[in-house]
Structure formats: C-alpha cells, structure tokens
C-alpha cells in the first residue's frame, strides 16, 4: 500500500495527465485488471467528492478500476455513513489518504449561500439535511465577506466547506484519529476546477518527505 504522500503524487501524477488531456486510464481498466480485482482491492486513496456529474473522481485523478475508494454525496458534506465508509477502507484495505474534494459552481454551496440570503428553495427536508450540513461554515464566510462579489464568496464558501468536512473526519472517529497520530492516515482537502480540470490541494497537505 502506498503511504500517504505516495498516494498523493500518484493523483497529482494522475490529474495533471487529465487536464493536459493525456489520459490512460483505459488501461488500468481492461477485463484482465477486473479479473485481477476479483480476488481484492487495494484502493489507494479514499475520495469523498460531491455528486455533481461533472466531477467524476477516476476521470479527473485519471485512474481506473481498483484505485480509488469513492465517496459521493452532495455538497461533500460529512454525515456518519460517510464517516463509516472512510473507516471501512482504511481499516479494512490500509489505505492511508483520504481527499476531501470540492469544486467551482457546487450547487449544494450556492443553494446554501442562497438559504443564507433568503433567496431559498429547499423545502425538501431531506435536501435540507445537506444544507445544515453546509451551512455552519459557508456562514461564517458569509457573516466576514457579506454579499460582496458573489464569485468570491462561492469560491471561499466551497473552500471553507472543504476545510469543514476535513475536520469532521480528522477529529469525528476514534478509529481515524488512531490511525492519523499512529499509523500515518493523512486527510487532505482539495478543490476542482470546473473551468480547467486541475485539482487544488489546500488543506491539511503533507510534506514530502
Ligand atoms: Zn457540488
């Protein structure tokens, strides 16, 4: 298993061959590599990404099956069930990075910015459950901005609720708090940009050595 900053490079490897327009991935996913996967999976990297359709985590870290442990849901937020799965691969396959990963234009931010505003329409309160998810800190960016330029606010909103949801898995489970302090886990937050397919890591970023 690749340790933390190996499994780092690796994506940064992997996403640059993406937003140069060069990538492989096809290769990683032929039916002789599903057939190696049959017997298990080693996925090197945890990524708790947003649904939005236009960041699929293997396209845009440019891996193919068996790499990478995906978890998706709107807004990135940080709910138990998302907590258990980062748990279940780094307990159960040793994977040692786990990327929080946002992105430009996140609906899940702006219908929260929106809320704030009171320009609103989540009525659903199942969709709502994200947004109190999202809301704590795209408030505080909102209470120390104000309204402002609204490309900057969505911009600090989507980074502040990176940070948020890093900080959930880093201090929200005993078990990934062992396995930070003793056993080299590494949670780092990152962003996509929609605009030209590079992967920012902001937060929580080891060093390489
Ligand atoms: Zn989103």
Redesign the pocket.
Known sequence: MLNAVQALDRLREGNRRFYVNEPTSPFDSTLVRREQLLSGQEPFAVILG???SR?PAELVFDQGFGDLFVIRV???IVAPSQVGSVEFAASRFGTRLVVVM??S?????IATLEELQGRANTHFWNLRSIVKRVRPSVETVFAARGAGDPELLLRDAVRANVRASANQLRSGSELLEHLIHEDGLVVVGAEYSLETGVVEFFDGVPDAS
């Open positions: 947003c649904s939005d960041v709107a807004g990135n946002g992105h234009h996140c609906g899940a931010v």
